[in-house]
């Protein structure tokens, strides 16, 4: 159960950006990117999360989860990408159930915290990439 960013609009300001600055400035663009994009998307989700009143029962038995899904919710930002939840199919992780809580089972009504977040924050990570390449456009440009 995981959102990962990747950004297919913002080609012709990556090329101009490319003729301006070198491969460490992108990057660190892209990281700054990714990680405000992260920042913006993992209090939504956790907002969204169920909680139980009581976790001792979550898991899988013999293999409990330390705490509760909603306060553990893992984020990975590279120069490539951002992350931010759990893969959604993975079984050997402390949370697998979430994907019960996401997509629902025959007893429990789906909760969706997962698409939701995605569609809510869609407008804010093309607004966040677009402000960082044209912070760095500014920058390189004098401008």
Known sequence: MQITFEFEGLKEIQKKIGQLADEAEI????????????D?????MKAKMPRSADNAKSGKKGYRPHGHAKDNVPTKVTAKY???GWT???DA???FYMKFVEWGTSKQPPQDFIYSVMAESDADYSRIADAEYQRLLNEKLGG
């Open 27 to 38: 990057r660190k663009a892209n990281r700054e990117i990714f990680q405000k994009c992260v």
């Open 40 to 44: 913006v998307t993992q209090p939504r």
């Open 82 to 84: 951002g992350e931010v």
């Open 88 to 90: 959604l199919l993975g």
């Open 93 to 95: 992780e402390d949370w």
